[in-house]
């Protein structure tokens, strides 16, 4: 039996994926080197700590406690979440939780089997990212051959502001004088005859920044 046990302590220690043992006092138990390297710390510094030592206060009340709790009454849970490692950066993680037993079938505590799924969640939201551009692009291009002259800038930036979820903008072009020029939200409440002036014009010199280098 101990010898079974130093081989199964040996395969954990060098799994790839972090893994750790936790009591019902969420006191770690045992941690394998993945898991030392995610949060930058050794065993040493982690065995016999609770969980919220570690990973802090908050965000072991806030988002893990629950999950926690209700493996160890005796269900297995499964999320996904963000994490932020002090060595690896912003990670998002596959938590795998299983609650363990003692022989009289009392649970002792719960293994927690970590998967860095932070490939696969950039890949889709990448993904995500590109079909909504073709959407939004196919919008402008439609409201470009439908819309009136004087409404188009008012209708093209009030469809990106509401594929951006963002309340403000404005919307413009780069004119015959290779000027910014943006029509007035307000133009089209102007008489026909004084709308024409009702823009809002940045000459090249004044394009300073990420903002003036985009336009360049």
Known sequence: AEKSLRLYETVV???????????????????N????????????????????????????????KEKV????????VQYNAWFRSP??????????????????????????IAYDLTHIKKAEDDLRFNQQTVVLNNKIANLFLTADFEDLFLK????????????HGWFGYIDEYNNL????????FFPE???????????PSSWQGPWGESLR
């Open 13 to 31: 220690s060098s799994a790839f994926e972090p893994i750790v043992v936790i009591d019902k006092e969420y006191r770690y138990l045992m941690v």
């Open 33 to 64: 080197q993945s898991y030392e390297k995610f949060w930058g710390r050794k065993r040493e510094e982690i065995i016999g700590k609770r969980i919220p030592e570690i990973m802090g206060e908050k965000p072991f009340c806030d988002f893990v």
């Open 69 to 76: 709790d209700k493996c160890l009454s005796g269900r297995p």
């Open 87 to 112: 060595n690896l950066g912003p990670k998002f993680m596959s938590l795998n939780y299983y609650p363990f037993q003692s022989k009289n079938g009392h649970i002792k505590g719960l293994i927690n």
């Open 156 to 167: 093209v930036s009030e469809t990106v502001n509401k594929a951006l979820d963002c309340p």
């Open 181 to 188: 020029s943006c029509p007035s939200r307000s133009h089209r």
């Open 193 to 203: 005859n004084e709308r024409r002036g009702k823009f809002l014009v940045y000459e």
